[in-house]
């Protein structure tokens, strides 16, 4: 058979997606030299992971942000920080995703500052600012202002877009962390809709874009979604995607142009999905999840960025990512799969499991209108709710064993991995100096400022941000009068004020009646019967900037459908906000989550601070990404348990609490 000449195929294959890997951590020099590598090997667009504190809108001088600083991305604290970040590489030709939210608007005004300082067309430069502040509420947690603030900042930026950067997507609608946070399909599709018809809403009613020009806002609208490990589930799931965007945009905003209504997506696959147990089989996940969102023509990514293999260790190196980059690279150019028309066109069974997405994130959708809208649906708790009861029953399954993960819950029995043979040597490592320096380095760049520039620019943010003007054109002063990130947040939180989101806790349940519950309940009974207590009380805590609160949030309802009290604050708090806690509620444990790495700073602040406030016996547990030394060492501080994702079973964690605290109080 002539190959070139089979009836099925396209007359010239497709293009491939842009290829990213998600990079950025210790500095700003150190990631453009990643960024470099990574072009030279064939990645096709950049994808830049930003640190908590930039995040978050602090310089890394903040209380706050003590350990965080370039663990989990690159710190930007200012202008210089992004020329040096975009060192070399012109941004006119560049196509780049930034991973950021709340000072989306911020990071935005830098890059493009940058752009004019290379000479370049800003109408030429193409690329995403994730900018989706629904889900921060939800899942990540790196929001600063209140729902209705965050949503004037999306709308000025893509106000400011359309008009001066055509080509660039101002925002990023993000199912991905809805699915981390526990989404169904049906959730993730309906959830994110939802926080699209806001954003698309408010840039319509804040008057500054014609009716006639929405066609043109909703084209530059993209999607970031999360693929599972259910690939056949996630391929209906974005033709269903796709579906419903078109029949929003075209009912509710009445675009005419169907190619204005298209889908249009870049994906991450699911990172929360990965391993510690045998990280070896994190490489058949990744695959089986890109997919997910390539195999559907009609329904395919834009652009496509892999987790390596030991994210659930830690800090992935170049090697690992470079790992991920050849997975996409060997599907694009060596399968055959770019050279055929829609491989699932006329199939029942994906028909019917489409039909079944759209109709379930129909009610979805239509619910979370009914109340309002999304701001609405978060200020009640009724998404986070949803999302905590939704994540509850999925570990609930893993732990009953009717969902299996290999090397979990199943076929556990493994040979010693040479992948992680180097043991800490096995991810990248983050120089405790990194913090040092930026520290130093923005403090020099204040030194060095015309501070009345400054302060005249700052000043003109809070008048700007009292009225409805669109606050681009006063971010863009500050910029050039070399304000830093934390200033400009510092000036819009005095406008806006700060936001804690609900904890999502409330009517959630996760263990049910099931047997090994009921003994640790048994056993939480009878412990505080001894103690001659009511009940027996855990502080959940989640120190420093991270603000990946599932993992706290599931033991918090694993514990308390086991008796215990829970005292639990949300995220993002100082050690002496958890010690006073602590002290105030009087509780038996405190239990801190730690996801950003920043584990060897932000335990031992909470420790001393128990000491110093004369509660030196409080038993702590810790639980995290922490790598095997670490945790030795964190024992060594004093800390009575480790936990880590290979903890996976929640009421035997809660049962081995109970045996801490039996412990602490000499108790047999």
């Not at 001088?61 to 040096?84: K, N, T």
Request: charged residues 20%; aromatic residues 6%; hydrophobic residues 45%.
């Amino acid at each position: 058979m002539d190959e070139t000449a089979f009836p099925g195929r396209l007359p010239e294959r497709d293009r491939p997606w842009v290829m990213r890997t998600y990079a950025g951590h210790s500095s700003a020099a150190a990631t453009n030299a990643l960024f470099r590598r990574n072009l030279a090997k064939g990645q096709t667009g950049l994808s830049v992971a930003f640190d908590l504190p930039t995040q978050t809108g602090y310089d890394p001088d903040h209380e706050l942000a003590s350990g965080e600083v370039g663990r989990v991305g690159v710190p930007v604290a200012h202008l210089g920080d992004m020329r040096a970040l975009f060192d070399g590489l012109p941004l006119a030709d560049t196509n780049t995703s930034m991973t950021i939210n709340a000072p989306a608007m911020w990071l935005l005004a830098l890059y493009g500052t940058v752009g004019l300082e290379q000479g370049a067309d800003l109408t030429r430069c193409a690329g995403t600012t994730q900018n989706d502040i629904i889900k921060e509420y939800l899942s990540r947690g790196t929001y600063i202002f209140p729902p209705a603030a965050s949503l004037r900042l999306t709308a000025d930026v893509v106000a400011y877009t359309l008009r001066e950067m055509p080509r660039w997507n101002p925002v990023n609608i993000c199912s991905y962390h809805l699915q981390e946070a526990g989404a169904t399909p049906v959730q993730e599709v309906g959830f994110a809709l939802a926080t699209a018809v806001a954003v698309l809403d408010a840039v319509r009613d804040s008057g500054q874009v014609p009716a006639e020009r929405m066609g043109d806002v909703v084209q530059r609208i993209s999607f970031f979604v999360n693929a599972g490990v259910r690939f056949v589930e996630e391929i209906a799931k974005m033709r269903a995607f796709g579906v419903l965007w078109d029949e929003i945009t075209r009912d509710r905003y009445g675009v005419t142009d169907a190619r204005q209504r298209r889908f249009r997506y870049g994906v991450q696959v699911n990172s929360l999905g990965l391993t510690e147990a045998q990280p070896e089989n994190n490489i058949q996940r990744i695959v089986l999840e890109m997919l997910g969102v390539t195999m559907s023509r009609d329904a395919r990514a834009r652009a496509v960025q892999l987790p390596a293999w030991n994210e659930a260790l830690g800090l992935p190196r170049p090697w690992d990512q470079q790992w991920s980059l050849r997975m996409q690279q060997v599907l694009a150019y060596e399968s055959d799969l770019l050279e055929y028309p829609d491989l699932f066109a006329g199939s029942h069974v994906m028909t019917a499991l489409v039909d079944e997405v759209v109709t379930g994130a129909r009610v979805e959708l239509d619910k979370v209108l009914e109340l309002g809208g999304v701001v609405a649906a978060v200020e009640t708790g009724y998404l986070k709710s949803a999302l905590v009861a939704s994540l509850a029953e999925r570990r609930r399954r893993m732990e009953s064993g009717a969902d299996v993960v290999v090397g979990v819950n199943r076929y556990t029995e493994t040979e010693s991995s040479p992948l992680t043979a180097a043991g800490a040597g096995a991810v990248e490592q983050v120089d405790p100096a990194v913090e040092a320096a930026a520290t130093d380095g923005v403090r020099r760049w204040r030194a060095d400022r015309d501070t009345a520039v400054v302060d005249a620019a700052l000043a003109r943010l809070r008048a700007d941000a009292a009225t409805t003007t669109n606050l681009m054109p006063a971010t863009l002063e500050c910029v050039r009068a070399g304000v830093t990130t934390g200033e400009w947040a510092g000036a819009l939180r005095q406008v806006f004020g700060e936001y804690r989101a609900p904890t999502g806790l409330a009517g959630a349940t996760g263990g049910g009646g099931e047997p090994g519950l009921v003994a640790v309940r048994e056993r939480v009974t009878a412990t505080a019967r001894e103690l001659g207590s009511g009940r027996l009380r855990l502080l959940v805590g989640k120190p420093g900037l991270d603000g990946h609160s599932n993992g706290a949030e599931q033991i918090a309802v694993r514990a308390r459908d086991a008796g215990f009290e829970v005292v639990y604050q949300g995220i993002r708090l100082t050690a002496g906000q958890i010690v006073a806690a602590a002290v105030e509620e009087d509780v038996d444990l405190v239990g801190l989550s730690v996801l950003s790495g920043s584990h060897l700073a932000a335990v031992p602040a909470v420790l001393d601070g128990l000491r110093a406030a004369g509660r030196p016996d409080l038993p702590v547990v810790v639980g995290g990404i922490i790598p095997v030394g670490d945790a030795d060492t964190l024992r060594a501080a004093g800390v009575a348990r480790v936990f880590t994702p290979k903890d996976f079973a929640l009421t035997g964690i809660i049962d081995e609490l109970v045996t801490v605290i039996r412990r602490a109080n000499d108790l047999p």
